[in-house]
């Protein structure tokens, strides 16, 4: 396998590439478990639902893999895939909204598995501080600073309702983090360095409805 395989070609990797990366990644993992050595692009297409050509287009955004008449090495394209997705590090996260979401987050044992561990929860309800979420304690909001700078957070969640978010968005960026993972339906407004992924969860239902009226549309 080409050593500069984790060197990307090209900084306009598609986003849809990113996230079929993570599901590659996922299957690999399946994969090695149960002590699969080699796998071919027509073996991971058929795991994860995708086309052989979609695969190696997705892997060739960063460089060679595998061997042709042979396939993939099944460790060392987990290796690379989950290099390339910056899981080769842990991530330290910081959560704002200790709500019902917030504490299905913070209760996730899929954060840790991946890399992730929230290490701070905060909000701004006087009746939850104070109370205790998976052993984190949450805290009020001045504490935040504190947190990202002892446990060296680039990333937070807001699990806020949305008349809120974008207060808590601001303090983020104003502590240093560099990446929002927003589950409050608002458009957030932050400086154009700031990565910031919305997860709404009434839009995704929406999606799956007009796919299944579009499908009983086209059998009339």
């Not at 990644?25 to 050595?37: A, C, I, P, Q, Y």
């Not at 805290?139 to 808590?168: D, F, H």
Request: glycine residues 10%; hydrophobic residues 45%.
């Amino acid at each position: 396998m080409n050593k500069e395989a984790c060197v990307l070609k090209t900084l306009r990797v598609p986003e849809a590439t990113v996230t079929r990366l993570s599901i590659y990644s996922r299957f690999l993992e399946k994969l090695d478990r149960n002590g699969v050595t080699t796998v071919s692009s027509g073996e991971i297409a058929e795991g994860v639902g995708v086309s052989p050509a979609q695969v190696r287009k997705d892997l060739a955004y960063f460089g060679e893999f595998g061997t042709r008449g042979v396939g993939y090495n099944v460790k060392d394209l987990l290796r690379y895939t989950m290099k390339i997705l910056g899981l080769d590090q842990h991530w330290n996260l910081v959560l704002v909204g200790a709500g019902n979401l917030g504490y299905a987050l913070c209760t996730y044992s899929g954060f840790n598995k991946r890399g992730f561990s929230i290490v701070g929860v905060f909000d701004d309800d006087l009746t939850k501080i104070g109370k205790k979420i998976n052993e984190l304690e949450v805290l009020p909001l001045e504490e935040m600073s504190r947190v990202i700078e002892k446990y060296g957070c680039r990333i937070g969640i807001i699990a806020v309702p949305a008349k809120g978010a974008q207060e808590i968005a601001d303090l983020m960026v104003k502590n240093g983090l560099q990446a929002i993972l927003n589950f409050s339906p608002v458009v957030l407004n932050v400086p154009d360095y700031i990565e910031v992924r919305n997860v709404d969860l009434a839009v995704k239902l929406e999606i799956l409805t007009f796919n299944l009226g579009f499908r009983a549309a086209q059998n009339l």
